[in-house]
């Protein structure tokens, strides 16, 4: 059994006036929900063998602010094949992972994370599955079981992904709502 983690970046600032989406920082409300992220990350136990993330500033600044609330670093890979990355190149990352790791966590943007969770859920009819289809917001974090044993089975349409765990920040704080 894996498990695939997937966190959105946190909400990001649309007001400062960046020449490149990839230096778009968080906005208030954004480093807010970063933080209780983390501290919800740290009361519920979750723990990872690997983190790979988007090297994009939102990004940065999203891991420092669940790093705040999580209390500890969680040492991300940065690759820049996740930066605005389809559900496929995702996927590709996800089977290069080493089979000895057990839980993987990948920081990114939508819609390639949302499209990686419905792909790698296909036949979950569950109502957390249900809930995640309708719209996966900023700062959500998502933990999907896959009833493989190799990193390089998990691929598009699986039929053994069930999402496990499906969090907002407005889950955790009414303030950090709503959804976007």
Do not use: C
């Amino acid at each position: 059994m894996k498990r695939l983690n997937l966190l959105r970046h946190a909400k990001s600032s649309w007001d400062d006036p960046v020449e490149r989406d990839f230096d778009r920082p968080l906005n208030g409300r954004g480093h807010r929900a970063a933080r209780r992220m983390g501290e919800w990350l740290k009361e519920s136990g979750q723990q990872f063998d690997l983190v790979i993330a988007s090297p994009a500033l939102r990004i940065r600044q999203t891991i420092e602010g669940v790093e705040a609330g999580l209390g500890r670093r969680l040492a991300p890979q940065f690759d820049k094949r996740i930066y605005m990355a389809s559900a496929a190149t995702l996927f590709d990352l996800v089977r290069e992972t080493d089979d000895a790791l057990e839980s993987l966590l990948l920081i990114g943007h939508n819609p390639g994370l949302e499209d990686l969770l419905l792909l790698a859920t296909e036949e979950d009819t569950s109502a957390l599955r249900a809930e995640a289809a309708v719209k996966y917001p900023t700062a959500t974090f998502a933990g999907i079981e896959m009833d493989v044993e190799s990193w390089a089975a998990a691929e598009e349409h699986m039929q053994t992904g069930r999402l496990v765990t499906f969090v907002r920040p407005r889950d955790l704080d009414a303030t950090l709502g709503p959804d976007d």
